[in-house]
């Protein structure tokens, strides 16, 4: 678990990160979202994340798709004479809706080499119970062979910035992904179509997280060929200001579908961030109004300057009401 996930890897090193996963994921039960209650409290939480393991978090990966999932498609040239830039900076965190992204931290409890402490990003969305961040599926749960599965010290940081937490830290009460990434077997999960996690976090200080930095709406079955903005907090260098602590943002036009998972095909888009900004929302713009339609999953080695998100249909839509938050 190293980085955004890459396909194209040689079989046998996938193959491997299968089996010295520790650990085995609890199956999810027929018709029913998988759902995990966490038992920690949020003052263990906070207390867990001092500044040194934030520092320490590796950014969050998950197993490629398939074990042979060969080279990535070709480059696609921008579609006109505009042009579009892999990566920008968010100068202004703690402003609406900036706010509303979010540095993810968490624990898997398996052994090497996914045992340990990772980022993820995460966006609050709105929900009717106003408490969830949207995410994606392998930053709440590891569905490997002998998975560690559901993530443990869960918690998000809105508006994270050099190390800054101005709206404070909002450890997880549950964790909640898809019947498709979760598995209903040893071997059955991981699913990259459908690579998308939820979190119903806890109140802080009386108040319930949409009142306290407001939300982004969430939208489903919308058309592919959109303009989205990505955001995440990248943390694998290069370039130098990848180190996971501040908050970056692509643009870019829908570039296709990846055939080679679904259906429904991951969407594509021209974005060179790197590892931690797993989770981070993909942004579309309708009548002025900003909808999250996606998430970062995945990248190809072969193709650093594209990324992957998970199409949001039915699927993604029942994660959002069973999720609760």
Known sequence: MRGIRHRGAIALGVLCAWCAVGGMPAAAADGA?????????????????????????????????????????????????????????????????????????????????????YECSGTAVRSAGRSLVWTAGHCVFDPG??????????EFVPGYS?????????????????????????????????????AAVSPRGGKLLQDRIGARRIAFDQPRDQIYSAFGYPAERPPPEFDGRHLFRCRSPFRGS????????????????????????????????????SVTSYGYSTDPSSLYGPYQGDVARELQRSAGG
């Open 33 to 117: 979202t998988p759902t995990q209650a966490l038992a920690e409290s949020s003052a263990a939480v906070r207390a867990y994340w001092t500044t040194a393991r934030m520092r320490g978090a590796e950014p969050a990966d998950a197993l490629a798709p398939s074990p042979l999932g060969g080279n990535a498609p070709p480059p696609v040239a921008p579609r006109g004479a505009k042009r579009f830039s892999l990566h920008e900076r968010v100068q202004k965190t703690s402003s609406y809706p900036n706010r509303t992204d979010g540095a993810v931290f968490f624990t898997l409890p398996g052994g090497p080499p996914d045992g340990g402490d």
């Open 145 to 154: 062979a002998l998975g560690a599965g559901y993530a443990t010290h869960w």
């Open 162 to 198: 050099g190390g800054r937490k101005p709206f404070g830290e909002w450890p997880a009460s549950s964790l909640t992904t898809t019947r498709e990434w979760h598995g209903t077997s040893i071997l059955g999960g991981g699913d990259s179509a459908f690579d998308l996690g939820a």
């Open 258 to 293: 990846d055939r080679r998972v679904g259906p429904p095909a991951p969407m594509r888009i021209s974005c060179d961030m790197t590892g931690g900004a797993s989770g981070g929302a993909w942004v579309a713009w309708r009548h002025g109004r900003g909808y999250v339609s």
